[in-house]
């Protein structure tokens, strides 16, 4: 029986064809027309009645109960001398079959091995006969294999990929900063790709209801379209919505020219229920990983489990045996502001943006990070957390650098380190990290700062200049500054922006009220040492 009208293979993948269906060659041949489709049968005669147009559906146990002796690359060229337009097979495709199919231009699909040979027959042959699935009926279908795809643990990337197959489009999904999480479909092999990113990176075409990620959760709105004229294309983008919460987006990319159908948005908005699952599953996975990798870390952090108890339970969270790992603590410069979990997340997405390996774990209410590499890479992860906290809190965080350590047996140390180096630099109010090995003579004093004969050397030294007044806040601040700048008078009026009179009047008034003697080299020293005791206390 002959449709009255065919429809092409690539609207046949769109329109009947399951989920994960991959064009594995002849792909020149995607647009030509079928007129019907036809299954093997295991009993001669294979494809009875074929007329030209066909597509011809195998399952490749099926071409071996009719003979033993027929392969897929004589089935290949017998099916094309009979005019067939595609062939879809279940079962793996050697590249031999591959190969024929290029050279006679004839579209070789994998199907994917829960195919069902009849019921594609009958979905395909009802489409060619006139009767096609609606929209919403096809859009539900796809969901569902979609779903098969998400209970596989096949991931975001798997599910992008069916679904571009599907639509014939580029796919992607983006997480709520616009960040790409998946990818899949022919613009994705262009030139244009990374100016195609970019251009996904602007949140403002995007409508003022899905960057409300409460709002959007609220309303449940249908996929719009977009213009990226700088890029010229199409955007058709669905908001991913989990647990209340706008947490995404899945796009779909068309040229200009192009356009999307009433399938095209039925699909969109089931592909992104599809992705909220899969994002919610993943992101409950990692929750758990970092509950457990966190009760690993404080326990042997804290003594309680060996090295090698450790060193197990940690590979199997990601923890690399031959790699370096250098140490960072951090924390907010003010209470809570930003929290440890906010500070948890962007150590990670700064290492996933970076391409460092960092383990992450919440401690207190600070964070410890454990990151892949020397000292180089740790201060680019460190500087680029502190330059989004500024950005998105605008606040400030402090923090500490351990040595790198060789291995899991170095990690207490480099951690110790990295919290003096912490303690100092919350202390110090400093906004760049601070390295143990950058903090010389603070790193002794730090380690003194409980002690009482630190806090006597501080009161003895500097005298009355220690009580706690506007008057000696100026002093004091005189002071800093005159050994910041090695004693330089003229310099020193210039950094605190006094004129040089006034420096000298302070100068002399800071001697008479504490007895000093800058000009003694000891005393310098003493003074020297009691003002960086006082930011520590």
């Not at 049968?41 to 071996?64: C, I, K, Q, V």
């Not at 599910?159 to 613009?187: H, I």
Request: net charge negative; aromatic share 6%; with cysteine.
């Amino acid at each position: 029986m002959l449709a009255s009208s065919g429809y092409t293979v690539s609207e046949l993948l769109k329109l009947a064809l399951p989920v994960g269906t991959l064009v594995v060659a002849g792909h020149r041949g995607i647009n030509h027309p079928v007129t019907w489709i036809s299954v093997l049968n295991t009993r001669p005669p294979a494809f009875p009645d074929l007329r030209g147009g066909e597509m011809a559906l195998l399952s490749l146990d099926a071409m071996r109960l009719l003979s033993d002796k027929l392969t897929l690359v004589s089935l290949v060229r017998d099916l094309a001398e009979m005019d067939v337009t595609a062939i879809g097979v279940v079962g793996e495709i050697a590249q031999p079959a591959q190969t024929t199919a290029d050279e006679l231009n004839i579209p070789l699909l994998r199907l994917p091995d829960t195919t069902s040979l009849r019921d594609v027959e009958s979905h395909v042959a009802r489409l060619l006969v006139g009767a096609p699935m609606p929209a919403y009926e096809r859009a539900q279908e796809v969901r569902e294999q979609l779903l098969q795809l998400s209970t596989e643990n096949r991931g975001l990337e798997a599910l992008a990929a069916a679904l571009a197959d599907v639509v014939g489009k580029t796919v992607v999904v983006q997480d709520k900063r616009l960040r790409p999480l998946a990818a899949a479909g022919p613009l994705t092999q262009t030139a244009d790709w990374p100016a195609i990113e970019d251009a996904l990176y602007d949140i403002n075409p995007l409508p003022a209801l899905f960057r409300d990620r409460m709002e959007v959760a609220q309303a449940s709105p249908d996929p719009v379209s977009i213009e990226l004229p700088q890029v010229g294309l199409h955007r058709l983008i669905a908001p991913v919505v989990a647990g209340k919460m706008g947490r995404g987006f899945l796009s779909i990319l068309a040229r200009d020219g192009d356009t999307y159908d009433e399938l095209d948005v039925a699909l969109a908005r089931s592909a992104a229920a599809v992705v909220a699952l899969e994002m919610a599953k993943e992101k409950a996975i990692r929750e758990a990983q970092k509950r457990v990798q966190g009760n690993v870390l404080e326990q042997f952090l804290g003594g309680m489990i060996n090295e090698n108890e450790a060193l197990l339970r940690l590979t199997r969270l990601g923890y690399q045996p031959d790699q370096h790992y250098t140490t960072l603590y951090i924390g907010g410069l003010r209470e809570n502001m930003p929290t440890a979990r906010q500070i948890e997340a962007l150590c990670n997405e700064q290492s996933s943006a970076l391409g460092y390996g960092a383990l992450v774990q919440p401690y207190g209410s600070e964070v410890i990070v454990f990151c892949e590499g020397d000292e180089n890479a740790a201060r680019d992860l460190a500087l680029a957390v502190q330059g989004r906290v500024a950005e998105r809190y605008r606040t400030e965080v402090a923090i500490g650098m351990g040595q790198p350590a060789t291995d899991l047996r170095a990690w207490r140390e480099s951690f110790q380190q990295a919290v003096t180096a912490y303690r100092t630099a919350h202390q110090w109010r400093l906004t760049t990290p601070l390295a143990i090995w950058e903090m010389g003579v603070y790193r002794l004093l730090s380690l003194l700062a409980d002690s009482p004969e630190l806090r006597k050397f501080y009161y003895e030294t500097l005298g009355e200049l220690a009580g706690n007044s506007m008057a000696n806040a100026e002093f004091i601040t005189t002071l800093e500054a005159f050994f910041e700048e090695h004693g330089n008078l003229t310099r020193t009026a210039k950094r605190l922006h006094v004129h040089r009179n006034t420096l000298l009047y302070r100068m002399e008034r800071i001697r008479e009220i504490s007895g000093l003697d800058l000009d003694n080299p000891e005393t310098r020293l003493a003074v020297h040492l009691a003002l960086r005791i006082r930011r520590i206390l």
